[in-house]
């Protein structure tokens, strides 16, 4: 059964630190682009960063690139998502994805239609 499973959400104060991580199981990441999307409540689903298989390419969206770290461990069948100087804003359910298109190896977009295996989801909430 192939699965991506979130955890390490939580809740953290203004300009705290969280570092989710992307487990997968039934199938292998390397091959794979990560991407980690959010939706906060009454919002569409945006895209955060993501990470190209072969090189490791990153992206981070305008408004956590310096703050976010997207990284990728597949020896551990894991991908990451370091979240420092954390804001209200920040505040919304985090998903990772994979997706394997003609370019992904060498880098990475986040078009949600690319990216085929969701998981489920973890909360992040940025309040005092």
């Known amino acids: 059964q192939v699965q991506l499973v979130e955890s390490g959400g939580g809740l953290v104060q203004p300009g705290g630190s969280l570092r989710l991580s992307c487990a997968a199981s039934?199938?292998?990441?390397?091959?794979?682009?990560i991407g980690w999307f959010r939706q906060a409540p009454g919002k569409e689903r945006e895209g955060v960063s993501c990470i190209s298989s072969a090189n490791k390419n990153t992206y981070y969206v305008d408004s956590v690139r310096g703050r976010f770290t997207i990284s990728r461990d597949n020896a551990k069948n894991t991908a990451y998502l370091q979240m420092n100087s954390l804001q209200p804003d920040d505040t919304a359910v985090y998903y990772c994805?994979?997706?394997?298109?003609?370019?992904?190896?060498?880098?990475?977009?986040?078009?949600?239609?690319?990216?085929?295996?969701w998981g489920q989801g973890t909360q992040v909430t940025v309040s005092l």
């Open positions: 039934g199938f292998t990441l390397d091959y794979y682009m």
């Open positions: 994805a994979t997706a394997l298109t003609s370019y992904s190896d060498y880098e990475c977009r986040l078009i949600q239609h690319e990216y085929d295996r």
